[in-house]
């Protein structure tokens, strides 16, 4: 693939593509490409910034080579896009691309959504869906550019690292604050900015009091948990709130893989079950998940599961033998039929989310359940939250 990393991508944002999303989502071409623009810069970007940490090349350039980003897949991404930006579409390249956003920006996917949508125009939760369809595509580039290169995931980071100037002319200001502050992007853009520095110092007090207060919104509105009962899918009603599921900390599977989870959360208790051979197989000791969140009504995994789908994929892969059932399950509200056949697509998307990152699929099993075996009383609205959740299974260890 003759060019940049950066020109590849942008030349693929042409009339039929960014056509596809803009009849989809109701917005003139002209924002939607700014919108798709400023969201594949920012993955690349974040890539580059965070090259230099450990395990995070590795993680990504195995997202890159999965059998599933084919040159195929890049070439039906392209040519049937609406479907990736309404979700109906959940094929295994727009799983990998969602959990690729994921891996980048982590709990800021959100913000970075947010940042995106400001600087194009669009409301949060269109910049969010044309950063899902993003994904795949800027997923499809690296891997077609790794392919034809014959790269390594070292020469990679390189040649993004080295690419990083150019990807700051599609970015809004501020957004490198929310790639984690690696270091290698600021090196990257540290002469041009000393350089303005120099011929304006008197606007740096000025700029440093807006960005820091904007640091402070964006802040307080991460913090808040949704409040739309239908988006908070499959938890506990309690769980969903960070002081129910306690501290996070820093845990070392038997592969040597470190995970940053929660001590009351679904990884925790999960290994704790794997590792005690005093603990046996049973029917009754499910786990529910506690940071899932699919769209209104759809069968769809936000961005921001990637966290903890990719934790709990990382624990099936220290713990190879270990085989498990997902579960999903709904309140009564609504036609019973229907809420079976919604709960069992859900589990279904999780347990492909869950084979997207590298999981043997022969281990897993999935099955929705709609409104039976309630946790909680269906009468109250907390317990018809606490019914509605997806829930795990160990069928073997």
Do not use: C
């Not at 070292?154 to 957004?175: C, I, M, V, W, Y």
């Not at 991460?222 to 239908?230: A, C, H, L, Q, Y």
């Not at 208790?269 to 209104?296: E, G, M, Q």
């Not at 039976?372 to 009468?379: E, K, L, M, S």
């Amino acid at each position: 693939m003759a060019g940049s990393i950066l020109e590849n991508l942008m030349s693929m944002l042409g009339p039929q593509v960014v056509g596809q999303a803009a009849s989809q989502l109701g917005e003139s071409p002209d924002t939607v490409q700014r919108g798709l623009q400023t969201g594949a810069a920012a993955m690349l970007a974040g890539v580059a910034a965070k090259a230099g940490q450990p395990g995070f090349l590795s993680q990504i350039f195995g997202l890159i080579t999965n059998p599933a980003n084919s040159a195929g897949a890049l070439s039906g991404v392209t040519s049937n896009l609406g479907s990736l930006v309404s979700g109906v579409a959940n094929s295994p390249i727009s799983t990998l691309g969602s959990q690729f956003l994921s891996t980048i920006f982590g709990s800021n996917t959100s913000a970075v959504a947010d940042s995106v949508g400001r600087a194009a125009g669009l409301g949060a939760g269109k910049a969010g869906s044309l950063l899902a369809m993003a994904a795949p595509l800027v997923l499809g580039v690296l891997g077609q550019h790794v392919r034809q290169n014959n790269l390594s995931a070292t020469d990679l980071g390189n040649t993004l690292k080295a690419e990083a100037p150019s990807f700051q002319r599609f970015l809004p200001a501020g957004l490198g604050s929310l790639f984690g502050g690696a270091p290698s992007l600021a090196a990257a853009t540290a002469a041009p900015a000393q350089v303005a520095a120099a011929g304006n110092r008197w606007l740096w007090p000025i700029i440093l009091l807006v960005a820091l207060a904007l640091l402070g919104i964006w802040f307080l509105n991460r913090t808040k948990i949704p409040v739309d009962e239908s988006m908070q899918t499959m938890s506990n009603a309690g769980a969903t709130a960070s002081s129910a599921l306690g501290d996070f900390f820093k845990t070392k599977l038997p592969d040597g893989v470190e995970l940053n989870i929660p001590k009351f959360g679904i990884e925790n208790k999960l290994i704790a079950f794997l590792s005690d051979s005093s603990k046996p197989v049973d029917t009754t000791s499910w786990f529910n998940f506690d940071r899932l969140l699919f769209d209104t009504g759809k069968a769809t995994l936000q961005p921001s599961s990637q966290e903890q789908l990719a934790n709990i994929a990382a624990i099936l892969k220290a713990y190879p033998t270990a085989h498990v059932k997902i579960g999903g399950y709904t309140d009564n509200t609504g036609d019973a039929a229907a809420n079976v056949a919604l709960s069992d697509a859900r589990a279904k998307n999780v347990m492909d989310a869950l084979v997207a990152a590298g999981v043997d699929p022969s281990r897993l099993e999935s099955k929705g359940y709609g409104d039976q075996y309630p946790v909680g009383d269906n009468a109250t609205d907390e317990g018809r939250s606490q019914n509605r959740r997806i829930a795990l299974l160990v069928t073997q260890k």
